[in-house]
């Protein structure tokens, strides 16, 4: 069964930093991984992903701001957050890629505010 569980979440300031993470319960080494998010009232949208051959693609609004990146041995996939804005509040999950499926981690919450 794959789970993806997600951690790092919680409070940032305006200009500060948060990382998250995603472990993913089976190996994940060709296969695509992103961050998405939802901010209350939106729908979801793209954060950023990465290929097996580690590239990536970022929504405009993150781009030098956000860093996505994978340690394929741990399975795992990491979302470095610098320079937050209160804009970036929502509920981050990470997906992947896998035989064909689409799977979801529960999602973590980040909120960013003074």
């Known amino acids: 069964q794959v789970q993806l569980v997600e951690a790092g979440g919680g409070l940032g300031q305006p200009g500060g930093s948060l990382r998250l993470s995603c472990a993913a319960s089976v190996s994940s080494r060709l296969n695509t991984m992103g961050w998405y998010r939802q901010a209350p009232g939106k729908q979801r949208e793209l954060v950023a992903t990465?290929?097996?051959?580690?590239?990536?693609n970022y929504a405009d609004s993150v781009k030098g701001r956000f860093t996505i990146s994978r340690d394929i041995a741990k399975s795992t996939l990491y979302l470095q957050m610098n320079s937050l804005q209160p804009e970036d509040t929502a509920v981050y999950s990470c997906?992947?890629?896998?035989?064909?499926?689409?799977?979801w981690g529960k999602g973590t919450l980040v909120t960013v505010s003074l």
């Open positions: 997906k992947l890629d896998y035989s064909g499926m689409d799977y």
């Open positions: 990465i290929t097996s051959g580690g590239s990536t």
